[in-house]
């Protein structure tokens, strides 16, 4: 049997670098101010008329701002693995952006074990597998674990 192809779950908002993934967001060239996902038509800085942008790789660090556990199966267009496992998601303050990112959190980390201002890291992980191929999507780790 073959290993199936990965592919990332969304194209063009992370890369498929396993050792370090970045997020891809967006710079405005006038203010500075960042985007993810990335921003294509207009600074929406209030102080700002930009509509000019500069593609960039996010932190890959950050603290965890918030988290929740997500107990049932989000709709569609969202595709889970069956059956459905409960899984447990963080907002994370990126470190040098200090705009927060939610995703999900590496299995085995439960509510229980996050706290405010804890310390996360970018790693990639599996979303779901159809018959093709094994889908990609970023997720937080704590550092320490």
Not at 29 to 52: A, I, L
Not at 119 to 138: A, Q, R
Request: glycine share 6%; aromatic share 12%.
């Amino acid at each position: 049997m073959t290993a199936k192809k990965k592919e990332p779950a969304i194209e063009g908002w992370f890369t498929m670098d396993s050792d370090k993934p970045h997020l891809l967001g967006s710079k405005c060239c006038d203010c500075g101010t960042f985007y993810f996902p990335k921003q294509k038509n207009f600074c929406k800085n209030p102080s700002c008329s930009g509509e000019e942008f500069e593609e960039v790789k996010l932190s890959r660090t950050g603290k965890v701002w918030s988290f929740t556990n997500a107990c049932y199966k989000p709709p569609e267009p969202f595709v889970a693995a069956e059956p459905f496992e409960p899984y447990t998601i963080a907002a994370v303050e990126l470190e040098n952006e200090k705009m927060t990112v939610l995703g999900q959190v590496v299995e085995g980390v439960n509510v229980s074990d996050l706290k405010a201002g804890m310390e996360m890291e970018l790693v990639l992980d599996t979303l779901y597998e159809d018959d093709e191929s094994e889908k990609i999507t970023w997720k937080w780790k704590p550092v320490s674990a």
